[in-house]
């Protein structure tokens, strides 16, 4: 079984992430998403979610091409993530790119494009209008 690892925060869930997740899949059998705390958040990427990570993660069980939902907790749990879970790919979207090379030892490392057009922010900038 191949299995595929990708990080993220996934507050306001949109068709952008969704993108992400179903081509990451596409590259296994099973795909394990590891969802950032609502402290991990704050504490290191300055980001005040929405929703809470147990709404987050409800959402993303709800995905067709999500198998597995862990927590985010510090940026230097990737390397133990891929050697606990037995990860054959990590994914990220390619706003990431080349950030996370040094997993190479462990794993595939896969950057996909992002879909340009969505965003959180722009979400929330334009409930604002
Ligand atoms: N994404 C995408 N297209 C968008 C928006 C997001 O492909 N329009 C992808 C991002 O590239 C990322 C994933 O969806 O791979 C999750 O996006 P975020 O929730 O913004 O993740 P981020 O805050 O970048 O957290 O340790 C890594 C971090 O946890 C990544």
């Known amino acids: ?3 595929v690892i990708t990080y993220g925060t996934f507050d306001l869930l949109h068709y952008g992430h969704v993108n992400l997740l179903q081509r990451a899949k596409a590259l296994g059998d099973y795909l394990v998403v590891v969802l ?3 402290e991990f958040n704050w504490n290191m990427k300055q980001k005040k979610c929405y929703f809470t990570y147990e709404e987050r993660k409800r959402l993303l069980e ?3 091409y999500v198998d597995l ?3 985010e907790t510090s ?5 133990s993530d891929v050697q606990e879970y037995h990860i054959d790919t990590f994914v990220m979207g390619d706003d990431w790119k080349g950030k996370f090379d040094f997993l190479q030892e462990y794993c595939e490392v896969v950057y996909l494009e ?3 057009e969505i965003s959180t922010t722009q979400i929330k ?3 604002k209008k």
């Open 125 to 127: 900038n334009d409930l």
């Open 114 to 116: 992002r879909t340009p």
């Open 62 to 64: 709800a995905i067709r």
């Open 69 to 71: 939902v862990i927590p």
């Open 75 to 79: 940026w230097e749990q990737k390397i």
């Open 36 to 38: 950032s705390t609502d």
């Open 1 to 3: 079984m191949k299995k």
